[in-house]
């Protein structure tokens, strides 16, 4: 098990033991997120895709972004892990969960920590489309939508 608080996988993800790491007895909350790889995006189908980081810069200021979240939120725990590599539609693509002492700063918290990983980590996109096609994904592109 990583105890890092944000990670790059390049395998699936056992939830169960990020969960009970996310455990504190401060905690009278748990709230997490899950992105899964879907079939579509803009209207055209999608048959899978491919993440691509620079590993090092994404890991540090993955981390970067937690320790701003337990401050900004006062957080009993907060961990993220992102998957790399190709990926299946259906996949989990990325998970964050957060405990904190009331369920508002637990949610308020992993919506922020989510935006910020897509706002701020270097972790790229490429597509597969039913049609053949592939495409990057740009942050500067998809920078407000659940892309």
Not at 1 to 15: E, H, K, N, Y
């Amino acid at each position: 098990m990583d105890t890092r608080d944000f990670w790059l996988a390049d395998a699936p993800v056992d939830l169960a033991p990020l969960r009970r790491r996310a455990q504190h007895d401060r905690a009278g909350a748990f709230a997490s997120f899950e992105g899964w790889v879907r079939n579509h995006n803009e209207g055209r189908p999608v048959h899978g895709l491919r993440y691509e980081s620079y590993v090092a810069l994404a890991e540090a200021e993955g981390a970067q972004v937690i320790a701003e979240a337990r401050a900004k939120f006062d957080l009993c725990g907060a961990l993220c892990v992102h998957r790399i590599g190709d990926l299946a539609i259906g996949d989990m693509a990325v998970w964050v969960g957060v405990t904190a002492a009331h369920r508002g700063a637990a949610f308020d918290a992993c919506r922020w920590i989510i935006d910020e990983i897509k706002d701020r980590v270097p972790i790229w996109k490429h597509e597969r489309y039913a049609d053949g096609d592939a495409g990057w994904l740009h942050p500067e592109t998809t920078r407000g939508t659940d892309a």
